[in-house]
């Protein structure tokens, strides 16, 4: 299966359980792997049959920033299901990390896996 991947997207949104991260906007680390068929767009070079990277980090950031929540549990369930919808990905695993949310910890977070990778493979 081939892959188009995105890691360490840093993004800057208002997430939280508590009133003051309701009033804050804190970092989120993006981790994202997504199934896709590479071979359609190194035949001809052709950005139109791949995965634009670039777009999706800024859809990424777009997103959390119009639909706050307050886990990180609801923002990756909710990230991946738009992301699959909007860019046909047939397969995805996203890793959201909050660095510093807990103290002693580099960060903690979420990893999902949706979608199916056979589907990846038999894509296009």
């Not at 970092?27 to 777009?55: P, R, S």
């Not at 950031?61 to 909710?78: G, K, Q, S």
């Not at 910890?105 to 056979?118: D, L, P």
Request: glycine share 4%; charged share 25%.
């Amino acid at each position: 299966m081939d892959k188009v991947y995105i890691e360490g997207l840093h993004i800057q949104t208002t997430i939280g359980f508590f009133e003051w991260e309701k009033e804050i906007k804190q970092t989120l680390v993006i981790d994202l792997a997504m199934g896709w068929n590479t071979a359609k767009a190194a035949e001809n070079d052709e950005l139109a049959k791949t995965l634009d990277y670039a777009d999706i980090s800024i859809k990424i950031a777009e997103f959390a920033n119009n639909n706050p929540v307050d886990l990180i549990e609801t923002l990756a369930e909710r990230l991946a299901k738009y992301l699959m919808a909007s860019y046909q990905i047939p397969w995805l695993k996203l890793k959201v990390a909050k660095p510093n949310a807990v103290h002693n910890a580099i960060t903690v977070g979420v990893e999902i896996e949706r979608g199916s990778q056979i589907l990846s493979d038999l894509q296009n």
